[in-house]
């Protein structure tokens, strides 16, 4: 018979940022993570190795609140789009982490047509 062992888990906000990254690239419409600043108005992409960059998670009273920056596709619905993004976000944190997310807030900096 298993036996309970009492303590505590401490996950660190990089682990989260990288599963809302990876859940995120799998949603439709977005091409690709990007820097939350702008250069000369232009989106900077961002590989799949540095998608964390992409990603800012903090924590709050109430959980975790997650701002992803991403590159959406051309003549994709941004709102279906962003919608169906944090519900994934929001899924993948709460059942892969076992994290409360109280947030999930979505910056399309750039469009780009998918070749």
Do not use: F, W
Not at 87 to 101: I, M, Q, S, W
Request: hydrophobic letters at 45%.
């Amino acid at each position: 018979m298993a036996e309970t062992v009492q303590g505590s888990i401490n996950i660190a906000n990089d682990v989260l940022a990288d599963l809302a990254g990876y859940a995120a690239l799998e949603c439709y419409g977005i091409v690709a993570m990007a820097s939350p600043s702008l250069r000369d108005g232009v989106a900077q992409l961002l590989s799949r190795d540095k998608l964390r960059k992409g990603v800012a998670v903090t924590s709050d009273g109430d959980g975790v609140s997650v701002d992803l920056y991403v590159v959406a596709e051309y003549g994709t619905n941004l709102a279906e789009v962003a919608h169906n993004m944090s519900d994934r976000v929001k899924y993948v944190l709460t059942t892969g982490a076992e994290v409360k997310v109280s947030s999930v807030q979505v910056h399309v900096q750039g469009i780009k047509v998918r070749k």
